[in-house]
C-alpha cells in the first residue's frame, strides 16, 4: 500500500490549500482513511476521518474551515482547509487503517490506529 500527499505549501493566515492523497496497492474504497497533522512539539492528531459509507468526523480545531473528500474511483482523498490560521501549521499525513472501523461525529481515531501512513506534505501559515 502506498500513499502520496502533495498540495501543501506556504499561506497566509486566511488563505486556503488543498491537499491531495494518491492511493495505491489496495482496495481503496474499502478502507479506513483520514488526514492527520504533526504540530512541533505536539503528538500527531486526527484532522478528519472517513470509513467506507462515506461517514466524516473532523478533529475540534477544525471549527467548520476543513473539508474532507474522497474518490474511490480516482482513489484519492482530499482535504480542502480554508481560513488557516498559523497555528495550524506542521505537516498533515495521509494514513489509511484496513476494515473495519467506526466514525463518530466529534471523534477522531488516535494515529496509533492507522496501518499505513504517506511521507506527509508541509503546511506553513504566517501571520
Known amino acids: 500500500a502506498q500513499l502520496v500527499e502533495s498540495g501543501g505549501g506556504s499561506v497566509q493566515a486566511g488563505g486556503s490549500l488543498r491537499l491531495s492523497c494518491a492511493a495505491s496497492?489496495?482496495?481503496?474504497?474499502?478502507?479506513?482513511l483520514g488526514w492527520f497533522r504533526q504540530i512541533p512539539g505536539a503528538e500527531r492528531e486526527g484532522v478528519a476521518i472517513?470509513?467506507?459509507?462515506?461517514?466524516?468526523s473532523y478533529g475540534e480545531f477544525t471549527t467548520g474551515r476543513f473539508t474532507l473528500s474522497k474518490d474511490d474511483v480516482e482513489e484519492t482523498l482530499v482535504l480542502q482547509m480554508n481560513n488557516l490560521k498559523p497555528e495550524d501549521a506542521g505537516t498533515y499525513y495521509c494514513?489509511?487503517?484496513?476494515?473495519?472501523?467506526?466514525?463518530?461525529?466529534?471523534?477522531?481515531?488516535?494515529?496509533?490506529?492507522?496501518?499505513?501512513w504517506g511521507k506527509g506534505t508541509l503546511v506553513n501559515v504566517s501571520s
Open positions: 494514513a489509511a487503517r484496513k476494515p473495519t472501523c467506526n466514525v463518530s461525529p466529534g471523534r477522531v481515531w488516535g494515529y496509533y490506529v492507522m496501518d499505513r
Open positions: 496497492g489496495f482496495y481503496f474504497p474499502a478502507w479506513c
Open positions: 472517513i470509513d467506507p459509507a462515506g461517514t466524516i
